[in-house]
């Protein structure tokens, strides 16, 4: 069938919720996707930071295809194997101890808020606790996720949304400290926001908020979806900042395309919030996600993934800056490690470049205001960004005309 049989018969059954780019991705290799005329594409969106392997990794590929011959679902209400071993391993790699695993982000968004509302419930009985979240976030689209999420063209249609939500400016200290009060219960951001535009915190930031957070016991959560699982040259983002969260939340290269999430805490969180009965799922951490958090834990120690970022991205963010020194509409350059933004300025829409950048054979997304992000695989190697900077120096010499 032509691409774009299969595009219209997409269009009459799934709900109009993306304006998809119009290929048809068909299988992967390494770092690169194949559509189904053959086309092949250098992927540096990575399936928005999931694919932190890349693709066709062999030894991951069998560890999922041997559990599925085994056992892909038993529920919660039994323990296995494979989750139990999963669970040991991020707690360990995270030096959190406690974790639940979930179906996806927003889940993960979901249970780090319930643990911290119940945390407080259980300290005080009160039910009007409040949370400062950020502005420009993204936390996920459920109910509780988007009523921390700082875009209000994503909230407005669904308001009222549940709980007491405010909202301070990113990388600004005083505007957290004038929202804290008695009622605060967690401040919750993410350590590199992503789709906001792809903001670093500023260390004097986290560090702050953390200072706030110890100072009048409140719960420090960071999101950590995005910019976690080694993508920043820290296995989480807050390791590098020397902040520890009470409680994180992770998934995107959890399971590296199983779809899993999680979110993580400290031992007084457990025992403060969440008791049998306050939290549930029927899937998540079944045998099968247990099987593929493992293995994808498992390669990133063995290959020191978080270290390969850390030099790599050295690699990445000068060539972004050269770009940047020879094309005058890109107003900066942003990122920690595979995590980078590039700004445009209003004349040259990001979005037509990435379009472009895909009939090029080159898959780079958007996010915010007019930024180009770059979030590839994380096995990406030196050649790899040589090739995308050729390519978007092709379509960026057509601007300066
Ligand atoms: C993607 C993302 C989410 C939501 O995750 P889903 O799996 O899409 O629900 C939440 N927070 C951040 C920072 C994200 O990047």
């Known amino acids: 069938m032509q691409p774009t049989a299969w595009m219209d018969q997409a269009e009459q059954s799934i709900l109009h919720t993306y304006n998809r780019y119009k290929i048809v991705l068909d299988h992967g290799e390494g770092v690169y996707l194949y559509d189904t005329e053959g086309k092949k594409y250098l992927d540096f969106a990575a399936g928005i930071a999931v694919q932190a392997l890349g693709y066709g990794n062999q030894e991951y590929n069998e560890a999922l295809k041997t559990q599925v011959d085994k056992l892909l679902h038993t529920s919660n209400l039994y323990y296995n194997q494979p989750t139990i071993e999963a669970a040991g391993k991020l707690c360990n790699v995270s030096g959190m101890d406690r974790v639940f695993?979930?179906?996806?982000?927003?889940?993960?968004?979901?249970?780090?808020?319930?643990?911290a509302k119940k945390y407080a419930y259980a300290k005080d009985g009160c039910t009007d606790h409040e949370i400062i979240?950020?502005?420009?976030?993204?936390?996920?689209?459920?109910?509780?996720?988007?009523?921390?999420?700082?875009?209000?063209?994503?909230?407005?249609?669904?308001?009222?949304?549940?709980?007491?939500?405010?909202?301070?400016?990113?990388?600004?200290?005083?505007?957290?400290?004038?929202?804290?009060?008695?009622?605060?219960?967690?401040?919750?951001?993410?350590?590199?926001?992503?789709?906001?535009?792809?903001?670093?915190a500023e260390p004097g930031f986290?560090?702050?908020?953390?200072?706030?957070?110890?100072?009048?016991?409140?719960?420090?959560?960071?999101?950590?979806?995005?910019?976690?699982?080694?993508?920043?040259?820290?296995?989480?983002?807050?390791?590098?900042?020397?902040?520890?969260?009470?409680?994180?939340?992770?998934?995107?290269?959890?399971?590296?395309?199983?779809?899993?999430?999680?979110?993580?805490?400290?031992?007084?969180?457990?025992?403060?919030?969440l008791k049998p009965g306050d939290h549930g799922t029927t899937y998540g951490g079944n045998p099968f996600v247990g099987a593929a958090v493992s293995k994808v834990l498992d390669i990133f120690e063995k290959e020191d993934i978080p270290?390969?970022?850390?030099?790599?991205?050295?690699?990445?963010?000068?060539?972004?800056?050269?770009?940047?020194?020879?094309?005058?509409?890109?107003?900066?350059?942003?990122?920690?490690?595979?995590?980078?933004g590039l700004e445009?300025?209003?004349?040259?829409?990001?979005?037509?470049?990435?379009?472009?950048?895909?009939?090029?054979g080159l898959i780079l997304i958007t996010a915010g205001n007019n930024v180009l992000r770059f979030v590839p695989p994380l096995v990406m190697g030196k050649e790899h960004v040589d090739e995308m900077a050729a390519a978007l120096r092709g379509i960026f010499g057509a601007y300066l005309a």
């Open 307 to 340: 270290g390969h970022v850390r030099e790599i991205s050295v690699y990445l963010e000068r060539t972004l800056d050269q770009l940047k020194a020879e094309y005058p509409f890109v107003a900066a350059r942003r990122g920690l490690g595979l995590m980078q």
């Open 206 to 273: 986290l560090k702050g908020i953390k200072q706030i957070c110890e100072d009048k016991g409140i719960l420090l959560i960071l999101d950590e979806i995005q910019c976690g699982m080694g993508r920043s040259g820290h296995m989480f983002a807050w390791q590098g900042y020397g902040v520890k969260p009470d409680i994180m939340a992770c998934a995107k290269a959890l399971g590296c395309g199983v779809p899993v999430g999680a979110f993580l805490m400290t031992e007084e969180v457990a025992e403060g919030s």
């Open 101 to 115: 695993f979930t179906n996806s982000g927003t889940e993960a968004i979901e249970g780090a808020i319930k643990a």
């Open 344 to 360: 445009l300025k209003p004349e040259v829409p990001a979005g037509e470049v990435s379009a472009k950048a895909l009939e090029q």
């Open 133 to 200: 979240a950020m502005e420009h976030s993204f936390h996920g689209r459920s109910l509780g996720a988007l009523s921390v999420t700082g875009n209000a063209h994503y909230r407005e249609p669904f308001e009222p949304l549940p709980g007491i939500v405010k909202f301070a400016e990113y990388n600004n200290l005083a505007s957290v400290e004038d929202l804290v009060n008695g009622k605060t219960c967690a401040i919750l951001l993410e350590t590199v926001q992503g789709e906001g535009g792809i903001y670093p």
